[in-house]
Protein backbone atom coordinates (compact mmCIF):
# COMPACT_ATOMS: atom_id res chain seq x y z
CA UNK A 1 0.00 0.00 0.00
CA UNK A 2 1.33 3.47 -0.68
CA UNK A 3 -0.17 6.39 0.72
CA UNK A 4 0.45 10.15 -0.74
CA UNK A 5 -0.64 12.95 1.93
CA UNK A 6 -1.07 16.39 0.66
CA UNK A 7 -3.05 19.41 1.45
CA UNK A 8 -0.05 20.76 3.83
CA UNK A 9 0.31 24.54 4.34
CA UNK A 10 0.81 27.76 6.48
CA UNK A 11 -1.98 29.36 7.74
CA UNK A 12 -3.47 32.00 10.56
CA UNK A 13 -5.22 30.74 14.08
CA UNK A 14 -8.56 30.11 13.26
CA UNK A 15 -7.99 29.07 9.77
CA UNK A 16 -8.85 25.96 7.92
CA UNK A 17 -7.19 23.19 5.49
CA UNK A 18 -8.39 19.70 4.09
CA UNK A 19 -5.86 17.39 4.18
CA UNK A 20 -5.94 14.60 1.12
CA UNK A 21 -4.34 11.20 1.14
CA UNK A 22 -4.47 9.03 -1.74
CA UNK A 23 -4.18 5.21 -1.01
CA UNK A 24 -2.76 2.47 -3.93
CA UNK A 25 -1.12 -0.59 -4.23
CA UNK A 26 -3.67 -3.43 -2.53
CA UNK A 27 -7.10 -3.01 -1.88
CA UNK A 28 -8.27 -1.79 1.50
CA UNK A 29 -11.33 -3.91 2.13
CA UNK A 30 -12.05 -4.07 5.80
CA UNK A 31 -9.01 -1.26 6.73
CA UNK A 32 -9.65 1.58 9.15
CA UNK A 33 -7.41 4.67 8.32
CA UNK A 34 -6.44 7.76 10.20
CA UNK A 35 -4.56 10.47 10.28
CA UNK A 36 -1.61 10.68 12.98
CA UNK A 37 1.01 13.98 13.91
CA UNK A 38 4.11 14.87 15.09
CA UNK A 39 5.51 18.49 16.35
CA UNK A 40 9.33 19.22 16.27
CA UNK A 41 10.49 17.58 19.31
CA UNK A 42 7.50 15.33 20.12
CA UNK A 43 6.45 11.75 19.95
CA UNK A 44 3.90 11.22 17.33
CA UNK A 45 0.35 11.19 18.00
CA UNK A 46 -3.12 10.15 17.14
CA UNK A 47 -5.21 12.11 15.57
CA UNK A 48 -8.26 10.64 13.65
CA UNK A 49 -9.66 6.96 12.40
CA UNK A 50 -12.22 6.26 10.16
CA UNK A 51 -13.58 2.43 9.89
CA UNK A 52 -13.83 0.82 6.65
CA UNK A 53 -17.39 1.60 5.87
CA UNK A 54 -17.00 5.03 7.46
CA UNK A 55 -19.74 4.78 9.84
CA UNK A 56 -17.59 4.64 12.82
CA UNK A 57 -14.85 7.89 13.45
CA UNK A 58 -12.63 8.36 16.24
CA UNK A 59 -10.71 11.80 17.73
CA UNK A 60 -8.16 12.25 19.92
CA UNK A 61 -9.99 15.11 22.58
CA UNK A 62 -7.50 17.93 21.39
CA UNK A 63 -9.18 17.49 17.85
CA UNK A 64 -12.72 17.29 18.71
CA UNK A 65 -15.35 19.80 17.09
CA UNK A 66 -12.74 20.99 15.37
CA UNK A 67 -11.62 18.22 12.59
CA UNK A 68 -13.47 15.99 10.58
CA UNK A 69 -12.20 12.71 8.72
CA UNK A 70 -13.63 11.29 6.12
CA UNK A 71 -12.99 8.44 3.16
CA UNK A 72 -14.25 8.20 -0.35
CA UNK A 73 -14.20 4.09 -1.60
CA UNK A 74 -14.69 5.02 -4.78
CA UNK A 75 -11.60 7.53 -5.14
CA UNK A 76 -9.12 5.43 -2.24
CA UNK A 77 -8.92 8.81 -0.73
CA UNK A 78 -9.20 9.66 3.16
CA UNK A 79 -9.38 13.57 4.26
CA UNK A 80 -9.11 15.66 7.06
CA UNK A 81 -11.13 18.45 7.33
CA UNK A 82 -9.20 20.72 10.02
CA UNK A 83 -11.08 23.91 11.45
CA UNK A 84 -10.80 26.56 14.14
CA UNK A 85 -6.75 25.74 13.87
CA UNK A 86 -4.43 26.44 16.59
CA UNK A 87 -0.60 26.94 16.91
CA UNK A 88 -0.29 24.04 18.77
CA UNK A 89 -2.16 21.68 15.73
CA UNK A 90 1.30 22.85 13.80
CA UNK A 91 3.02 19.30 13.23
CA UNK A 92 3.87 17.06 10.12
CA UNK A 93 0.43 14.97 9.83
CA UNK A 94 0.50 11.46 8.62
CA UNK A 95 -1.90 9.21 7.38
CA UNK A 96 -2.07 5.73 8.14
CA UNK A 97 -3.39 2.24 7.46
CA UNK A 98 -4.63 -0.35 10.25
CA UNK A 99 -6.38 -3.22 10.35
CA UNK A 100 -8.87 -1.71 12.77
CA UNK A 101 -9.81 2.28 14.23
CA UNK A 102 -8.59 -0.05 18.05
CA UNK A 103 -5.68 -0.51 16.66
CA UNK A 104 -5.34 2.88 14.80
CA UNK A 105 -5.94 4.73 17.90
CA UNK A 106 -3.36 2.73 19.92
CA UNK A 107 -0.71 3.54 17.40
CA UNK A 108 -0.60 -0.23 15.39
CA UNK A 109 -0.32 0.81 12.04
CA UNK A 110 0.13 -1.34 8.96
CA UNK A 111 1.27 0.75 6.68
CA UNK A 112 2.49 4.54 6.90
CA UNK A 113 2.38 7.82 4.58
CA UNK A 114 4.57 10.53 4.02
CA UNK A 115 3.82 13.65 6.14
CA UNK A 116 2.49 17.06 4.78
CA UNK A 117 3.60 19.73 7.26
CA UNK A 118 0.78 21.89 8.77
CA UNK A 119 2.07 25.19 10.21
CA UNK A 120 -0.46 27.49 11.92
CA UNK A 121 1.23 31.04 12.91
CA UNK A 122 0.35 34.34 13.20
Known amino acids: VQLQASGGGLVQPGESLRLSCAAS????????MGWFRQATGKEREFVAA????????YYADFVKGRFTISRDHAENMLYLQMNNLKAEDTAIYYC????????????????WGQGTKVTVSS
Open 96 to 111: AVGRDSTRLHNGIVEY
Open 25 to 32: GRPLTSWA
Open 50 to 57: ITWSGTGT
